[in-house]
């Protein structure tokens, strides 16, 4: 087995913001960097009144960078901004190990935890969108790149050629995944014309959004320690006590900073958000930037018009110690998905939010339109029903989505109150 590339991280810390800001950021990419299975072994940060245009950090910084990369035989550094063309190129010209930026990171990881077709295509162009404009004269500057952190996806002899090539092949992938949103949008369509109720679970990366999938659904969804273990959309049916199921969908996680290129090209898997018809806002409560967190997350959501779209926030890992900064009002739910009893809280929510969305019909079904009982049971949320002997029929109270198909069969046993 390959042993760990070593990385220095690099960071800048401009007036608006604080040590701890950059701090916690500069963690971050210390986990993006672990996740694609290299090893940050030393942090370098330096205090600027503005980025370099030229440099990013000051000449005098990279020259000691130079002599801790070559003292510690540093295989790669990692910038915690996204570096211009011209930045990237004088700082390759300094130090004598692969330079990368946090995009090129997260596009790094994109591409290694990509499964479906549409998520290859989607990465495949957001990183011919970040290299396009990096193209040095006739072909790239990609000698460098001789596999490890910062080198999967599309090749390097495939990225060594002319711009037209790179702008044919974007197209081809800007067709093909055209074809694959047109198909899930007819896919979604017929749901909603189904009535079926939908439920998108979002958040930071790593907060436990796969994790309470698998708890609600008893699905095998892939779970790990790690930023950005789901990449690819996973939509599960769930059963609820009254016999009545949903689709809950797991969705890519949020992260500050995630690259244009690629909130860009994975619009179009985000936009499971926007049919849903509850948000579960999954937070890791022990998160000292919880705040900082939650706000990215929203502020995604409100860009792709999911703002208005009911939300519940679900504080998770209870289990552990909570951040000083974690504060829960009495709409929001705060668990541990390892609990039972809070995986039924959970349940109870989403309940809730679909009775919320129904318009409620007290009945009287006498025994013989069993067949209309038993539609409206499939296809409805039941919450009450009892024989009775004495009438020989079912006093029955189900919630049907507005405008449902069987609104007109069931309003002739309508008990108006």
């Known amino acids: ?149 910062g080198t999967r996806g599309p090749g390097e002899t495939q990225l060594e050629v002319e711009r037209r090539h790179i702008r044919r092949r974007m197209k081809e992938i800007k067709d093909a995944l055209a074809k694959i949103v047109s198909h899930r949008e007819r896919y979604r369509d017929r749901r909603k014309k189904n009535d079926v109720f939908q439920v998108a679970l979002v958040g930071y990366t790593n907060a436990g959004k796969s994790t ?80 900082k967190h939650i706000e990215v997350v929203e502020r995604h959501l409100e860009e792709l018009g999911a703002g208005a779209i009911p939300t519940v926030r679900i504080y998770n890992k209870k289990d552990l110690t909570p951040s000083d900064e974690l504060i829960v009002n009495q709409h929001d739910l705060y668990l541990s998905t390892l609990s039972d009893q809070d995986i039924q809280r959970v349940r109870h929510t989403i309940e809730d939010a679909c009775k919320s969305h129904m318009i409620k019909y007290e009945l009287f079904l006498p025994a013989e339109v069993s067949g209309l009982m038993a539609r409206a049971r499939q296809q409805g949320f039941v919450v009450q029903e009892e024989w009775s002997d004495q009438d020989e029929g079912y006093y029955f109270t189900v919630y049907l989505p507005v405008g449902h198909s069987l609104e007109h069969e069931i309003m002739p046993y309508h008990r108006h109150q």
Request: hydrophobic share 40%; with cysteine; net charge negative.
């Open 1 to 149: 087995m390959n042993e760990k590339e070593t990385a220095m991280l690099v960071g800048c810390i401009r007036p608006n913001q604080t040590e701890a800001q950059v701090e916690s950021s500069l963690h971050e990419l210390s986990l993006l960097t672990q996740t694609a299975q290299a090893e940050a072994v030393t942090t370098v940060t330096q205090k600027r009144e503005r980025i370099d245009p030229s440099f990013y950090i000051g000449k005098g910084k990279l020259e000691e960078m130079k002599a801790v990369i070559e003292e510690l035989d540093i295989d790669v550094a990692i910038f915690n901004d996204e570096l211009s063309p011209s930045q990237a190129k004088n700082i390759e010209g300094y130090l004598p190990c692969k330079v990368i930026d946090r995009t090129q990171l997260i596009l790094d990881i994109f591409a290694m935890r990509a499964r479906s077709k549409e998520g290859k295509l989607q990465v495949e162009l957001a990183q011919y969108q970040y290299l396009l404009p990096r193209i040095v004269g006739k072909g790239l500057a990609l000698s460098r790149l001789g596999g490890g952190i």
């Open 212 to 291: 309470l999938l698998n708890r609600l659904t008893e699905a095998d969804t892939y779970v790990e320690d790690q930023l950005f273990a789901t990449l690819d959309p996973t939509t599960k049916r769930l059963k609820l006590s009254s016999g009545y199921q949903v689709l809950v969908t797991d969705t890519v996680g949020f992260i500050q900073d995630l690259p244009t290129s690629l909130v860009a090209a994975f619009r179009s898997t985000l936009e499971e958000v926007v049919q849903a018809d509850l948000i579960l806002h999954v937070i890791d409560s022990q998160d000292p930037q919880l705040f």
